[in-house]
């Protein structure tokens, strides 16, 4: 239990300092300029994330990305069995969509989309998603096509064994994905961002 504890902390560590590297890498690659706007999405904007996916929801019905074309969307990647990290993100989006006008959150999808597939079949994700927003959509699949679309989102994952346990848990990236209706990202929230920053980050770019 407590060599668990270490190995998630550490990975934890590894994917907040290796996450903004890679994005820094992308942003490094374009003409820097000089902009006024202190939002929190900011420096992650136009980076190339997210792409085409065929996943399956907590009603058993296959879902595609065209299917939420036109719609802003907040998405979240984790697992269903995660202990802490997980719900508290996915609260935090509950909360968002309660913080935004009625108008703005009608406009906003949120997506839950699971790293663990093979436990987090339709039918545990049906139980799961009852506990957030009543709009939350939660999508799960082959492990092949979790694959494909954790590749799109470059989220990182991984099975972790402890042998004092008798059941695995999984180490992931943590952030929360604002895609714009033509799925390009708008933001990404970090674990320290509280519904209010993304309340109003949101608000600022939806305006535009
Ligand atoms: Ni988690």
Same mark, same amino acid.
């Given at each position: 239990?407590?060599? !668990?504890? /270490?190995?998630?902390?550490?990975?934890?560590?590894?994917?907040?300092?290796?996450?903004?590297?890679? $994005?820094? %890498?992308?942003?490094?690659?374009?003409?820097?300029?000089?902009?006024?706007?202190?939002? =929190?999405?900011?420096?992650?904007?136009?980076?190339?994330?997210?792409?085409?996916?065929?996943?399956?929801?907590?009603?058993?019905?296959?879902? +595609?990305? *065209?299917?939420?074309?036109? #719609? %802003?969307? !907040?998405?979240?990647?984790? $697992?269903?069995?995660?202990?802490?990290?997980?719900? +508290? *993100?996915?609260?935090?989006?509950?909360?968002? &969509?309660?913080?935004?006008?009625?108008?703005?959150?009608?406009?906003?999808?949120?997506?839950?989309?699971?790293?663990?597939? #093979?436990?987090?079949?339709? *039918?545990? !994700?049906?139980?799961?998603?009852?506990?957030? @927003? #009543?709009? $939350? /959509?939660?999508?799960?699949?082959?492990? #092949?096509?979790?694959?494909?679309?954790?590749?799109?989102?470059? =989220?990182?994952?991984?099975?972790?064994?402890? *042998?004092?346990?008798?059941?695995?848990?999984?180490? @992931?990236?943590? %952030?929360?994905? $604002? &895609?714009?209706?033509?799925?390009?990202?708008?933001?990404?929230?970090?674990?320290?961002?509280?519904?209010?920053? /993304?309340?109003?980050?949101?608000?600022?770019?939806?305006?535009?």
């Amino acid at each position: 239990m407590k060599i !668990l504890k /270490i190995i998630q902390i550490i990975a934890i560590i590894l994917v907040l300092i290796a996450l903004p590297l890679a $994005f820094g %890498y992308y942003q490094g690659t374009k003409t820097q300029e000089a902009k006024p706007d202190n939002s =929190v999405a900011s420096p992650m904007a136009g980076v190339a994330i997210g792409g085409p996916y065929t996943l399956i929801d907590q009603d058993g019905q296959v879902r +595609t990305d *065209e299917d939420f074309k036109g #719609e %802003y969307k !907040l998405i979240y990647f984790g $697992f269903s069995y995660c202990p802490a990290i997980c719900p +508290t *993100e996915l609260q935090k989006m509950t909360a968002v &969509m309660a913080q935004l006008t009625p108008e703005l959150a009608a406009q906003i999808q949120p997506i839950f989309i699971s790293v663990d597939p #093979e436990r987090d079949t339709p *039918e545990s !994700l049906k139980g799961y998603m009852i506990l957030f @927003h #009543e709009r $939350f /959509i939660g999508l799960t699949g082959t492990s #092949e096509q979790i694959d494909a679309v954790k590749k799109a989102y470059r =989220v990182y994952s991984r099975k972790v064994q402890d *042998e004092t346990m008798s059941d695995y848990t999984v180490d @992931h990236s943590s %952030y929360i994905y $604002f &895609m714009g209706p033509d799925d390009q990202l708008l933001g990404m929230y970090r674990i320290k961002d509280t519904p209010m920053d /993304i309340t109003k980050d949101i608000m600022g770019l939806m305006k535009d």
